[in-house]
């Protein structure tokens, strides 16, 4: 089939012509899933009285008459809200595309203007956790005098399995809500409670994921962080102290996803996470960096799904998970390192030379190349970076140039750099690690220790003297 791309999703093949990025395939495959008919009787009607997804491909086709100006050619843009709310449920059906009964249910849901603010908020929450490493499963809803959660995850880092609620307040006036189902815009936190009670309230065999949604307006900051964050916890911990059942824990994860609010801007996100139960996950207080090392991987799953909320926005840009000025053929700077290049600004004529690292400086848009010449002399070449190679870079990270370095580019803290050293020396013998604490005081107790405990003094002993030489 020359001309035509071609994407295999389970063991259905799509194809067309018209596609020229993963984004394009994405627009034709939600139309696909929903049905033409369902989407044509939706599109006659008045605009305020179609659902909300149809609404959504009405200003999504607005969005791109106005950014794409000239048909057939790759154009890049900002995502807006009606991307991350369109393009997203097209993303998260086509994510859940393996599991073809949860993606039926999803879909008869999302089409009932009933029941589509908890199946679109559902699907949010599984795109996230497919991100971040989990298979989903539906439970058996064969006994009717139980009550089910949504679904169930299990994750692939640890193999543990999660019961999964998902929760998202409804307001008057967005998502399909009337003053009949929805509340007043106002009180943002008057469901977080009630959410939370009625998601305990359901038998759970397995470790809870809650994940709560505020459905609110754009958020208002407060030292960088969202204005709602401070009285959540508050009443999480009260509802802790006063409320919580004894050895009931759980994972909650509060959330404001209002991409429907803000369909011709940059959508906003925020999360919050609190360990329900557990004063050892994301509480405030200081810590050593080895405490905090071993609290993360007790809770590396929550830790995962906190870092595929980050990337919500993202969305793959090419069908094979190449580079887009790579795979669309465009103009670009990039350098891959262990590749020579002829570089102009060495020398008389320029000179051939091969990069051996690059490090980017993103503030100022500039990146700074090592490069070995044929003599074996090494300069530092600086160079500016448009703001799509910026933006790939931010992307593919050390990818973008052709190696991916086991060390931080650049680590912000303590902690990213205690992570790279447990990783440097994660197959370092017991006796070598000794050997560094020779004539130390606490000799006999690093000796009684066990290989992984004394790795963490280790570590950390690393952490004090590169510290003590900053000083």
């Not at 001309?3 to 394009?24: E, L, R």
């Not at 009625?198 to 900051?221: H, S």
């Amino acid at each position: 089939m020359d001309g035509y791309q071609i994407v295999a999703v389970g063991n259905t093949i799509h194809w067309s012509k018209k596609w020229k990025t993963f984004p394009d395939f994405l627009h034709d495959y939600i139309k696909r899933k929903i049905g033409p008919e369902w989407g044509n009787a939706e599109i006659v009607k008045p605009f305020e009285f179609r659902h909300p997804l149809m609404q959504w491909y009405d200003v999504y086709a607005k969005y791109q008459a106005q950014m794409f100006k000239q048909d057939g050619e790759v154009h890049s843009s900002e995502v807006t809200g009606v991307v991350a709310a369109y393009l997203g449920t097209a993303y998260a059906l086509y994510l859940l595309d393996h599991n073809a009964e949860l993606q039926a249910r999803f879909i008869n849901r999302l089409k009932d203007i009933g029941n589509f603010q908890g199946a679109y908020y559902e699907l949010i929450v599984a795109s996230i956790l497919i991100r971040a490493g989990f298979a989903l499963t539906l439970e058996d809803e064969g006994d009717g005098a139980v009550k089910h959660c949504e679904f169930a995850a299990v994750s692939e880092t640890t193999g543990k399995r999660y019961w999964v609620e998902a929760k998202m307040r409804s307001v008057a006036g967005q998502l399909g809500r009337t003053a009949a189902d929805g509340g007043k815009d106002g009180k943002l936190l008057a469901k977080l409670i009630p959410h939370l009670n009625a998601a305990l309230a359901k038998p759970a065999q397995d470790e809870r994921l809650i994940f709560i949604d505020l459905n609110t307006p754009l958020l208002l900051v407060k030292d960088g962080k969202p204005d709602w964050l401070e009285p959540a916890m508050d009443r999480l911990s009260k509802y802790e102290q006063t409320t919580l059942a004894s050895g009931v824990t759980a994972y909650v994860f509060v959330t404001n996803m209002a991409f429907h609010r803000q369909l011709e801007v940059a959508p906003s996100i925020a999360a919050w996470p609190f360990g329900l139960g557990m004063p050892e996950f994301n509480r405030p207080g200081m810590v050593s960096v080895s405490e905090a090392y071993r609290r993360k991987r007790n809770h590396i799953d929550a830790y995962r799904i906190g870092e595929s909320i980050e990337k919500y926005l993202r969305f793959p840009a090419t069908f094979d998970g190449k580079v887009p000025s790579e795979a669309f053929g465009q103009t670009s700077a990039r350098l891959k390192i262990g590749e020579a290049y002829l570089f102009e600004d060495i020398g008389e004529g320029g000179t051939l030379g091969t990069v051996t690292s690059v490090a980017v400086d993103e503030q100022k848009k500039e990146m700074f190349v090592g490069v070995t010449k044929n003599q074996n002399k090494s300069v530092i070449l600086k160079s500016s970076m448009s703001d799509a190679e910026l933006a790939e870079y931010r992307e593919f990270g050390d990818a973008y140039f052709g190696q991916v370095s086991p060390q931080p580019r650049r680590p912000k803290d303590n902690f990213q750099m205690f992570e790279w050293l447990m990783e440097v020396n994660k197959n370092r013998t017991k006796a070598n690690m000794l050997a560094f604490f020779a004539g130390a005081p606490r000799l006999a107790e690093y000796e009684a220790m066990s290989d992984d405990d004394l790795r963490l003094v280790y570590c950390e002993a690393h952490i004090a003297a590169i510290n003590e030489k900053s000083q």
